[in-house]
C-alpha cells in the first residue's frame, strides 16, 4: 500500500463516520466511484469501527475511546503530507531475544505480545510501537526515557524490563525497526471489569484506589508522569494487588509531539479523552504537570464508585467533548448517590478541580485523605469547622457520645455542663485551625518540591544540558547543588527535598550522600517544627537507619531509639510508624550482635504490622526477614529457614521477583543454606541473585558486589578456591571503595578472604589479614561482637600452623574467656574456643595443659564452626 493510496481510504473513513449510517451508502457512491478496492477498504474499517465500537454518530468511536483503528489523528508533517504509517506488523515468531507466544491485544501506541524472554527465563508483555510513528526525536530520547521508567519500582506499577529496536516484517512483507519494550506481564482483570463483577464494597473500593494513589506517586516522584490513567491502564492481579500498566510509556514514545492516543491538528490531546484534565485538553504540553495524573485519578475514582464517568461525552463530538470538559462543571457524586454526601463528595470534587492549583498537589495528598475519611478522621479538603470536628469525633466514638447523650438530657440546662461544651467547642476550633495551617502547609511544600523535581532534577536529564550519557547519579549531583542557598526562606521545602534525595541516594547504595542530606534535613524540620513533629520523627528514624548501615552505630543508637520513643508518645503503639521504627532498632541491635535485646523487638513489630497492615504488607515483611536472620546467626535453623522461605514467596508473589526487597530475601535464603554447608542449594540462589542485582541495581552498588563475595565463599567452602578467589577481591576491593576501609561488610570480605588464604595453605598471608581485620573489628564492632570473637579463632588457626605458638597462646585464651563471658560455658563458640586451646597445647608438646582443657570440654558434641558467615541482607 502506497502512502498515497494509504491517505485516501483515510479521508473517505474519516469522512463516512461523520455521517448517519443511512448516509454512509451515499457517500461511499460518490467518494469511492468505480474504485472497488477502496470501497472495499473503507467497508472493512467501517464494520470492524461499529461492532466493537458503536457510537452515536458526529465521532469515530476510534477517536473517542483513544484506539486508532484508522490514524484519524495524523498530524501534518513539514510537507503538508501527512505522516505515512505502513500497514500492521503480522504476528512474528521472535522479536529480538524474545519468543512471540501470541497477540494480547492491539491499540492506539501500537501491538502487545505475550512473549518468552531467553535469559532470564519468564514470561513477558512485549509492546512493539506502530511501525512509522517515531520521530528521529523520539529515536533519540527512546533509550534514555526507558531507563528511567526501568527505575519505577513499585509493587502497584508493571516493571519496564528493557526498551530498544527490534526487526518486524510486516503483512506485506517489508521488514521494518519499531520500538519496544519488555515489561511485566500482569495476569488478572482490569479496575473496572474486576468491581463490575464482584460485589465490592464502597470501602474496598477506596482501600483499591488509595493503593492506586500509592504508586502514581512514586512515579511522580521519580519525575515520571502517566498521562493516560484509566481503570483499562489498571489490573488487578490473582493477589489482589493493582497494577498500572503503561506508565510512562504514552510519554516516552511520544516525545512531546508525534505519538497520542488522541491528537488533532491543533494541539496534541495525549490521553484518553473521557480522562483527560482540562490542561491536557487544551494540548498545552507546557502545562501538564503531576496533577494531571491527580485530575485522571479523580474520574478513576468516579467512575469506581458510580459505574460512570463525571461527564457524559458519548454524543458528543471531539471539539464538543473538549469544551464540556474544560468549561462545564462534572457531575457531583452525591447528585448520583446520596450515600456519598458530605466527605467523599468533597474529596473527588477537590480531585477534578479545573484550576490544577485548587486540586490535591499530589498523589499522595489524595490517597491521604481518602485514607482519613476510611477512618473517620477530619480530611484535609474542606474547612474543619467546630460542628464538622465534632460530628467526625462522634462517628468515630459511637458509644462514648451515646452514654454523653444521655447524661446531657440529665443535665440539660446545668451551668456545668454548658461550661464544659463551651471549652470543648474553642478547643475544637482552635485544633481546626491548626489543621487548616497545616493542610495548607504541606499543600504549598509539596507543590514546591514539585516544582523544584520538574523544573530542576527532570531538566537536568535533558541531554542536551548534561550530555547524551547522563547518568542518574550526575542528574542527582546536579539537584543537590541546586539545593544551595535556593530555599533560605522555606526550610521545610528544603528538608522535603533533601528527604527525598537522600532516599534515592539509599537505594543507590550511596550511603555517605544519603547521611549528608538527611542530617540536614533533621537539622531543618528540629528547628521548624520541634522534636515531637511526625516529619522530624521520620528524619530521625532515616538518619538513624542510614547511620546503622555506615556502622556509626553511637550515632545511629540515639536516634533510633529516641525515634521510636516520640512515635510512640505522638503516634500510638499500634501505628504503623511506629512499628517499623521499632524495627529499624532492632535491626540496629542485630548489627551489633546485641541478639536478646533485637528479638524481643523484632516480634512486637511483626505481630503489630501483621495486625494493623496484614500477613503480605511490603512493610510487614521486613522484620519478617530480620527475625530469620536473627535465628540464622543463633543457629535456630530450621526456625530460620522457615521464616525465610515465607518471606521469599510472599515477596516474589506481593512485589515481584526481581524487586531489590525479593532479592534480599533470595540472598539471605541462601545464606541460611550456606551455612548450615548445604553448597549445593545455597549456589544457585546466590548466582542468581547476583545476575539479577547487576541488571535491577548495576555492578557499582553495595548490595551487587556483596553478591559476588557471597558466591566466592560458596566456591570456598566447596574447595573451588581458584574461582573463589577473584570474587572475593573483588568484593573487597568494591566495598573498600564504596563503603570504606571499616566498614563492617568490607571487614567480613577480607576476613573471608583471610580464611580462603589458610584453607589454601598460604598461612602467612592469612596471618597478616587475620591480624589487620582483627585490630578494625575490635575498634568498630567492639572486642565482644560475634565477628571480631570469629576473628580471633582465625588468626590462632593461622598462627598455629605457622608454629607461631607463643604468640597464639594469649589470643586464644582471650578469645576463650571473652566467648565464655558473651555466650556461657555450654555454647558451641565457648566449646570451640576451648578445642583451639588443646589444640595449641599439643601442637606446642605441652601435654598436661591440653589434658586440663580437654577436661573441661562439656559432654555433647557441637556442630563444628563455620568460618565467618556470609553476608545477610536487612
Known sequence: MTPERYQQIKRVFAEACRREPAQRVAC???????????????????????????????ISAAAALGLDHMDVHAREGSSGQAAFRPPTAKVPERIGHYRIIRKIGQGGMGVVFEAEQDHPRRTIALKVIRPGIASEQLLRRFKHEAQVLGCLQHPGIAQVYEAGMAEVET??????????????????????????QRDLGTRRRLELFATICDAVQHAHQKGVIHRDLKPANILIDEAGQPKILDFGVARVTDADVQMTTLQTDVGQLIGTLPYMSP??????????????????????????????????????????????????????????????????????????????????????????????YLSDQPIAARPATTLYQLRKFARRNKTLVGAVAV???????????????RNRAVRAERAAELGRTEAERQAAIAQAVNDFLNDDLLAAANPERLGRDVTVRQVLAHAAEAIEGRFKDEPLVEAAIRSTLGETYHRLGEYDSVALHLEKALELRRAELGEDHRATLTS???LGFAYGYLGRWDEAEPLCSAALEGRRRVLGDDHPDTLMAMNNLATLYFRQARFDQAEPLLLEALAGLRRVLGEDHPDTLDPMNNLANLYARQDRWQEAEVLMIQTLETRRRVLGAEHPRTLVSMNNLAS???????????????????????????????????????????????????????????????????????????LLRMSNLAALYHDQGRDEEAEQLYAKVLEARRRVLGEDHTDTLANMQGLVRSLIALGKLEEAEPVAVECYERNHSVHGPDHDETRDAMELLVELYEAWDRPEQAAEWRAKLPATQPVPPDEPPASADE
Open 28 to 58: 461511499l457512491d460518490q467518494a469511492c466511484g468505480a474504485d472497488a478496492e477502496l470501497r472495499r477498504e473503507v467497508e472493512a474499517l467501517l464494520a470492524h469501527d461499529q461492532k466493537t465500537f458503536p457510537v452515536k454518530p458526529g
Open 171 to 196: 503483512e506485506n512483507g517489508l521488514a521494518v525497526e519499531q520500538p519496544f519494550f519488555a515489561m511485566e506481564y500482569v495476569r488478572g482483570e482490569p479496575l473496572n471489569e474486576l468491581v463490575g
Open 279 to 372: 490542561e491536557q485538553v487544551a494540548g498545552d504540553s507546557r502545562e501538564l504537570d503531576t496533577r494531571s495524573d491527580v485530575y485522571a485519578l479523580g474520574v478513576v475514582c468516579f467512575e469506581l464508585l458510580t459505574g460512570r464517568l463525571p461527564y457524559d461525552l458519548a454524543a458528543k463530538t471531539i471539539p464538543e467533548a473538549a469544551r464540556t470538559i474544560a468549561e462545564e462543571d462534572p457531575t457531583r457524586l452525591s447528585s448520583i448517590d446520596r450515600v456519598f454526601r458530605g466527605d467523599l463528595d468533597t474529596i473527588v470534587s477537590k480531585a477534578l478541580e479545573k484550576d490544577k492549583n485548587r486540586r490535591y498537589q499530589s498523589a499522595s495528598d489524595l490517597a491521604a485523605d481518602i485514607r482519613r
Open 407 to 421: 447524661a446531657f438530657a440529665l443535665l440539660c440546662g446545668g451551668l456545668i455542663q454548658v461550661t464544659l461544651e
Open 540 to 542: 530521625m528514624c532515616d
Open 672 to 746: 541460611v543454606y550456606s551455612l548450615q554447608g548445604r553448597y549445593e542449594e545455597a549456589e544457585p540462589l546466590y548466582a542468581q541473585t547476583l545476575e539479577i542485582r547487576r541488571r535491577v541495581l548495576g555492578e557499582e552498588h553495595p548490595r551487587t558486589i556483596g553478591s559476588v563475595g557471597n558466591l566466592g565463599y560458596v566456591y570456598c567452602k566447596q574447595g573451588r578456591f581458584d574461582e573463589a578467589e577473584p570474587l572475593y577481591l573483588r568484593a573487597a576491593e568494591g566495598l573498600r571503595r564504596l563503603l570504606g576501609e571499616d566498614h563492617p561488610q568490607t
